[in-house]
């Protein structure tokens, strides 16, 4: 079992910057893949951004450009820098992680079964 702890939400201004963070802890040997995805009220969940070992990282076309996506291996831990944040990032962003980052580049849906429990992101003057 994987598990996973986000940090880092909260209000902000449109305009403003926000950094996520997700730990990863237990059985991290078995996962590859590590992303954030967000869910707004009335909205499906949706991909944010994805990094994993090797590959080039995965954004959403909402948020590239404003939206960065690290990963440190020596803390277990991935990061989503947020900049230039609007009103339309408002949602609660989950960390996610699995082995199914090809699938989900070619044909989207979630990395895997370890979730985070989602931390509130509210971009709002």
């Known amino acids: 079992q994987v598990q996973l702890v986000e940090s880092g939400g909260g209000l902000v201004q449109p305009g403003g910057s926000l950094r996520l963070s997700c730990a990863a802890s237990g059985s991290i040997f078995s996962i590859d893949a590590m992303g954030w995805y967000r869910q707004a009220p009335g909205k499906q969940r949706e991909l944010v951004a994805a990094?994993?070992?090797?590959?080039?990282?995965i954004y959403a076309d909402s948020v590239t450009g404003r939206f960065t996506i690290t990963r440190d291996n020596t803390k277990n831990t991935v990061y989503l820098q947020m900049n230039s944040l609007k009103p339309e990032d408002t949602a609660v962003y989950y960390c996610n992680a699995g082995n199914r980052y090809a699938l989900v580049a070619a044909y989207g849906g979630d990395l895997g079964d370890y979730w985070g429990q989602g931390t509130q992101v509210t971009v709002s003057s």
């Open positions: 990094v994993a070992s090797g590959a080039r990282p």
